[in-house]
């Protein structure tokens, strides 16, 4: 079995949809992010294998061969598309590390993309012609006539059985907002940033993070889902669009490219829950993980991303996996940086791309988790390693 490697993660800002990527197509947003990781990595683009993206909300159709054939690939690289919700870009990850632990690719591209700005409109079609059409915003996350309770709805089910209220919600929700903007200030995010061309402008920084946020604020915020619930805007995750992608190759590549850094892929999993509580699914894909490896898959000073979608289905997961909920996105993470669908697990894996780097310790773990739309998790493990250097 070939080693998978982590050489290079890219992401564009992420920002508020309809707002400056409102004219910026998804595989615009992707094709930028993959050209960059051609332009950084200098390895030749014929030598890709192949490409995977996660996508969610649309524009359907196999956005990850649209997005390819806008980069600088050549056509003659084949691409595959991933909807697994907001585990999208994880899973289109974990994908491409199982085809070169395979043996049947060296280079691999893999990520994420959303366009909620620029995503095509839902519309039913209806057995009578007299019946006028009805827009949808979402397709059904479990088969007719189960419960489909939309993820606000489920999230307040979060809080409600697992006891969350909502002065703990709010806190978590400051403190995500807290170190983002101190992040951003540090310059933390420079690196792994690609810039968005737009007719406005370049865009070069993400642009959720609220520097004006309190406590008081927070408090203020009415409950945005069920009437006398916790759930608020304030601390649920804003709708965003953007895109980001890794290169992954085998360790013979990794030798002849002489990256000094990389994340090793270590293992993956999946795992269900109950989709009334759909945000808890990240617990058993955490618990399939450790299982998968033989041990907890974490250590003292592992990285941990996990995607904020609610600050309660965060905290009731990381309470379940007994996860100190301060261990996790040192940075920030989705309540304030945002939350493009397809493209967050790939975020979260260049998150911790970045983070282990800077801190480049040989064997120090980083993971990330996902909980998805219908009750579905992943849950993804890498180990920092120093890549060997050829001496020519």
Same mark, same amino acid.
């Given at each position: 079995? $070939?080693?998978?490697?982590?050489?290079?993660?890219?992401?564009?800002?992420?920002?508020?949809? @309809?707002?400056?990527?409102?004219?910026?197509?998804? =595989?615009? /947003?992707?094709?930028?992010v993959i050209d960059e990781l051609l332009e950084r990595s200098q390895i030749d683009p014929a030598r890709?294998?192949?490409?995977?993206?996660?996508? &969610?909300? *649309?524009? @359907?159709? $196999?956005?990850?061969?649209?997005?390819?054939?806008?980069?600088? /690939?050549? $056509? #003659?690289?084949?691409a595959t598309s991933i909807d697994a919700q907001c585990a999208s870009g994880l899973e289109a990850i974990a994908s491409a590390a199982r085809m070169i632990r395979s043996?049947?690719?060296?280079?691999?591209?893999?990520?994420?993309v959303e366009s909620v700005s620029t995503a095509p409109w839902r519309m039913e079609k209806q057995t009578?012609?007299?019946?006028?059409?009805?827009?949808?915003?979402?397709?059904? +996350?479990?088969?007719a006539p189960d419960p489909d309770p939309d993820m606000g709805v489920a999230a307040e089910n979060i809080a409600q059985r697992c006891g969350i209220d909502r002065a703990r919600q709010d806190a978590f929700a400051l403190r995500s907002h807290q170190r983002a903007l101190q992040a951003l200030a540090q310059g933390?995010?420079?690196? =792994?940033?690609?810039a968005v061309p737009t007719s406005a402008g370049l865009v070069v920084n993400d642009t959720c993070p609220r520097s004006n946020l309190t406590m008081k604020k927070l408090q203020a915020l009415k409950p945005a889902f069920v009437e006398g619930g916790s759930v608020s805007a304030g601390n649920s995750c804003p709708i965003n669009d953007g895109a980001s992608a890794v290169l992954l190759v085998s360790g013979q590549l990794l030798e002849e490219l002489e990256i000094g850094?990389?994340?090793?892929?270590v293992a993956s999993a999946s795992g269900g829950c109950d989709p009334e509580?759909? *945000?808890?699914?990240?617990?058993?894909?955490?618990?399939?993980?450790?299982r998968t490896m033989g041990a907890s898959p974490l250590q003292e000073d592992s990285f941990i991303e996990f995607n904020e979608a609610f600050a309660v289905q965060a905290l009731a997961c990381l309470d379940q996996l007994g996860i100190d909920e301060r261990?996790?996105?040192?940075? *920030? @993470?989705?309540?304030?940086? *945002?939350?493009?669908?397809?493209?967050?697990? &790939?975020?979260?894996?260049?998150?911790?791309?970045?983070?282990? %780097?800077?801190? #480049? %310790?040989? @064997?120090?773990? #980083?993971?990330?988790?996902?909980?998805? &739309?219908?009750?579905?998790?992943?849950?993804?493990? +890498?180990? #920092?390693?120093?890549?060997?250097?050829?001496?020519?």
């Amino acid at each position: 079995m $070939n080693d998978a490697y982590l050489v290079l993660a890219l992401r564009t800002p992420v920002v508020r949809a @309809g707002k400056e990527f409102s004219r910026v197509g998804a =595989e615009k /947003l992707l094709g930028l992010v993959i050209d960059e990781l051609l332009e950084r990595s200098q390895i030749d683009p014929a030598r890709i294998d192949h490409v995977f993206a996660g996508n &969610a909300a *649309g524009p @359907g159709g $196999n956005i990850a061969r649209v997005a390819a054939l806008s980069s600088r /690939l050549p $056509n #003659s690289i084949g691409a595959t598309s991933i909807d697994a919700q907001c585990a999208s870009g994880l899973e289109a990850i974990a994908s491409a590390a199982r085809m070169i632990r395979s043996g049947e690719a060296h280079a691999v591209i893999a990520g994420g993309v959303e366009s909620v700005s620029t995503a095509p409109w839902r519309m039913e079609k209806q057995t009578d012609p007299m019946i006028q059409p009805r827009l949808y915003s979402r397709a059904r +996350f479990t088969p007719a006539p189960d419960p489909d309770p939309d993820m606000g709805v489920a999230a307040e089910n979060i809080a409600q059985r697992c006891g969350i209220d909502r002065a703990r919600q709010d806190a978590f929700a400051l403190r995500s907002h807290q170190r983002a903007l101190q992040a951003l200030a540090q310059g933390a995010f420079d690196a =792994e940033i690609v810039a968005v061309p737009t007719s406005a402008g370049l865009v070069v920084n993400d642009t959720c993070p609220r520097s004006n946020l309190t406590m008081k604020k927070l408090q203020a915020l009415k409950p945005a889902f069920v009437e006398g619930g916790s759930v608020s805007a304030g601390n649920s995750c804003p709708i965003n669009d953007g895109a980001s992608a890794v290169l992954l190759v085998s360790g013979q590549l990794l030798e002849e490219l002489e990256i000094g850094f990389a994340l090793k892929y270590v293992a993956s999993a999946s795992g269900g829950c109950d989709p009334e509580v759909l *945000g808890l699914a990240a617990v058993p894909a955490f618990e399939r993980l450790a299982r998968t490896m033989g041990a907890s898959p974490l250590q003292e000073d592992s990285f941990i991303e996990f995607n904020e979608a609610f600050a309660v289905q965060a905290l009731a997961c990381l309470d379940q996996l007994g996860i100190d909920e301060r261990r996790v996105n040192q940075q *920030g @993470g989705a309540l304030a940086l *945002g939350h493009p669908y397809g493209a967050s697990g &790939a975020i979260l894996t260049t998150r911790l791309f970045w983070q282990a %780097r800077a801190a #480049s %310790r040989t @064997g120090q773990r #980083s993971i990330a988790l996902m909980a998805a &739309a219908g009750g579905t998790g992943s849950a993804v493990a +890498f180990e #920092s390693v120093v890549a060997p250097r050829t001496t020519g």
